[in-house]
């Protein structure tokens, strides 16, 4: 069974800094691409940041320049350096991944972190 953990949410200061991580494990043959959302109490998840299938990481607007994807493929672990916080970005922070399982029967599929907390105080 493949596991999305995501850690590093808390509470921060406007113009803070968190770095959200995001470690994957179980029956993984390969990861098609990964990413993080955020979701806020009645509305919807909305995409922060993710892997294109061109290596290059797609970025919603309100996040460009300030969030900072990465990847460590070595370890399946992901990580958002999110700089310069805004009250606006108090959201739950999903960990999200398409992945390939292993096994005679493999397919791909995606799967979700129980997410981590961010609050930015103003």
């Known amino acids: 069974q493949v596991q999305l953990v995501e850690s590093g949410g808390g509470l921060v200061h406007l113009g803070g800094s968190l770095r959200l991580s995001c470690a994957a494990s179980?029956?993984?043959?390969?990861?098609?691409?990964m990413g993080w959302y955020r979701q806020v109490p009645g509305k919807q998840r909305e995409l922060v940041a993710q892997l294109t299938s061109d290596g290059v990481t797609n970025y919603a607007d309100s996040v460009k320049g300030r969030f900072t994807f990465s990847r460590a493929g070595i370890k399946n672990t992901v990580y958002l350096r999110m700089n310069s916080l805004e009250p606006e970005d108090t959201a739950v922070y999903y960990c999200?991944?398409?992945?390939?399982?292993?096994?005679?029967?493999?397919?791909?599929?995606?799967?979700w972190g129980k997410g981590t907390l961010v609050t930015v105080s103003s």
């Open positions: 999200y991944a398409n992945i390939r399982s292993t096994g005679e029967d493999s397919y791909d599929m995606d799967y």
């Open positions: 179980g029956s993984i043959f390969s990861i098609n691409t």
